[in-house]
């Protein structure tokens, strides 16, 4: 089981179209950072190699070549930002390598939206030609309502970006499902969250590994600072904080240094297994 950040930058990218900061500038490659997305690549009970998509942002491209990802038998969406979902038209070049549709989870303000951006994929009776398109097949989820796959039990849980909730995910194995060994799991992926509700904490305890939003110092009304990201992370208590969504304002190296163990800035890349 491995978790592979594909992108790990907010929804500008780093470096940001037209500025001339240090960080923007920087010779560090884990200062450049695509839009925030993740795979999990992983072994299913019967033997199958998996790979499950975490959003589908506008990079996903750039991403897959990166990456060498070869196969996708699943994505899941988290809500319906443009940094987050516009590159499922991407997904067509999987169905080609798998052979067949693709299913993408979603909840239904999402699947909603999604439906009506890309209706090329979703109304293809109404093309007035045939044209090479994803073939996707949209499963509608719900806030706290685990579901199977591929022998994972999968926990959509409800997380606040803004005003707005949207989804995270909780991972593990289902019972009697357990597939190849790995230290990944349970994991909780919390991207583009600035608020956690009551309901969803106990859903966050005895974690592995922890994906978490952390956008920049300064204070912003849809998703953590790195300080109230701490705060998340010291009261969940993971063994593996991984801080995601950051902006041009925290620089790699200097503020890794400033995190205390078991907790790191994510890079594009970064494999954890």
């Not at 900061?21 to 072994?43: M, N, Y």
């Not at 750039?62 to 979902?85: F, I, K, M, P, Y």
Request: hydrophobic share 40%; glycine share 10%; net charge negative.
């Amino acid at each position: 089981m491995r978790l592979r950040f594909l992108g790990t930058g907010t929804s500008s990218g780093v470096p940001v179209i037209g500025c001339g900061c240090r960080v923007c500038g920087s010779d560090d490659p884990k200062d450049t950072r695509l839009r925030t997305g993740a795979a999990l690549e992983f072994t299913d009970p019967g033997g199958q190699e998996r790979v499950i998509l975490l959003d589908a942002g506008p990079d996903l491209r750039q991403q897959v070549l990166a990456s060498g990802l070869e196969r996708c038998d699943a994505v899941l969406l988290t809500h319906n930002h443009v940094d987050h979902c516009f590159g499922l038209d991407e997904l067509r070049r999987f169905n080609v390598m798998m052979g067949g549709p693709i299913p993408i989870y979603a909840d239904t303000p999402t699947m909603r939206a999604v439906r009506r951006v890309y209706a090329h994929i979703f109304d293809r009776a109404s093309l007035k030609q045939d044209s090479f398109i994803a073939t996707l097949i949209p499963v509608e989820i719900g806030h706290y309502e685990p579901f199977e796959l591929f022998g994972l039990r999968i926990t959509p849980i409800t997380l606040l970006h803004g005003r707005v909730p949207i989804l995270g995910y909780r991972f593990e194995w289902a019972p009697g499902g357990r597939g190849s060994a790995g230290g990944v799991l349970p994991l909780a992926y919390c991207t583009d969250v600035s608020a956690i509700p009551p309901e969803t904490w106990a859903h966050l305890e005895g974690l592995s590994v922890l994906v978490l939003d952390a956008l920049r110092h300064r204070h912003h009304p849809t998703h953590f600072t790195l300080e109230q990201a701490e705060r998340v992370a010291d009261r969940v208590d993971a063994d593996r904080t991984f801080y995601v969504h950051m902006s041009h304002d925290l620089p790699h190296a200097e503020t890794q240094a400033t995190l205390p163990d078991g907790r790191r800035l994510a890079y594009d890349g970064l494999a954890v297994d």
